[in-house]
């Protein structure tokens, strides 16, 4: 069972494109919409790539312009971590 | 409508001082920003000095967000557009977004980001070069990122004509606000100091290669050989002098009451440069003689030949020694797209503070006689027209006239 958590994607997120949106205490940022939390569709790209390179996921640029939200990039890279093992 | 655009707001990135203040105290003092270059290790370039912006840090500025794509020049150009509007007290909510635009100048693009990134891809491979290199190499990017920050969704452009873009900008700033357009963030903020910006510029053969700082850079001096390159330039905030007045800014440094642009005839041609044809054409369109106008910022290439045509264009319009003539950017080096916003400020200050800043260097002039420079310090002048030139490789010329503005209600 792959284990790629939201803390793995934040830190990445951030290496990548900076400090999101401040959020406030008590919501999930899983949750929440890459837009809300001020991350373009380039931030995710550069993130994937980074993912990529650390995680050895291939994320296709197309997969990631489909993504909304962090719970959903993350239960895309744990499924591709899972076919790949 | 009257059709005049005034500059009411500005803001200085320059090699002798980051900010407005430490800018123009530097400059009217005489004191230089050139020295070693310090970004990346010179040893092995012919071309060693630069004038490099100090005390720089761009996470004390800027959020964390734009650091990841953007490249030193677009850094220093984002800060400086936000002083010059903070100068001119126009927030987002001034006025409407399609009322604002912005249009700047480029000489080049993201060199510095562009190199890492070209290290990377061909070091590393493709999936190690940055997303953010798509668009934080190119020219285009400063408008962009100025715009987007701001929220300035009107008309908005960038123009390229190597050192006289800067006030090609300011010309196109201009028209814009005269079709229609309330305000335009325009002027230029360009940085090329890493190997392969440096590289791109030693073919033109118009570097310095000298090692004293205080000798590098001698425009119109019997010993000029050449310019230092330099970073950083100025933002201003232009406007429709009606729409200035009625939104209450705060205040107006001058008109933009002249420009023109025209293009040298062929190398080898013999014909002769057309900057003094710039020069009359702006001072036309001013609607001034060259007797009202009291100084003159010169381009200064610091290149024997392109010194001597500015200087005979200069005495053939206004008469050998018949105004003021100066050089700041004897303090900065040259600093493309940059370096004409910067000389514009620096008019605009001088004229709000009635004094001239120095030309400094240059000690025994070539064209001893012909021009009337402002040599050694600062001269104090009444300044009610100032006529700034600035001349682009390739063979752009490009004038300015700026006016100051009577403000009696």
Redesign the interface.
Known sequence: MANFTIEDLIRVL?A?????EPVEAGVEIALLSFGDL??DS??L??TA?VI??EFGVDLPDDVVGELDTPGEFVATVNRKLDEVS | MTGAVVITGLSAAAPNGLGTDEYWSATRTGTSGIGLITRFDPAGYPVRLAGEVPGFDPAEHLPSRLLPQTDHMTRLALVTAAWALRDSAVTAESLGEFDMGVVTASASGGFEFGQRELERLWGSGPEHVSAYQSFAWFYAVNTGQISIRHGMRGPSGVLVAEQAGGLDALGHARRRIRRGTRLIVSGGVDSCLCPWGLVAQLPSGRLSTAEDPARAYLPFDAAAAGHVPGEGGAILVLEDAESAAARGAPRVYGELAGYAATFDPPPRSGRESALRRAILLALEDAGLGPAEIDAVFADAAGVPELDRSEAAAISSVFGAGGVPVTAPKTMTGRLYSGGAPLDVAAALLSMRDGVLPPTIGTERPAVAGQLDLVLGAARAAKLRSVLVLARGYGGFNSAVVLRTVDRTG
């Open positions: 951030r990548c494109a900076g400090e999101g001020g991350y380039l931030a790209l550069e790539s990529k390179r």
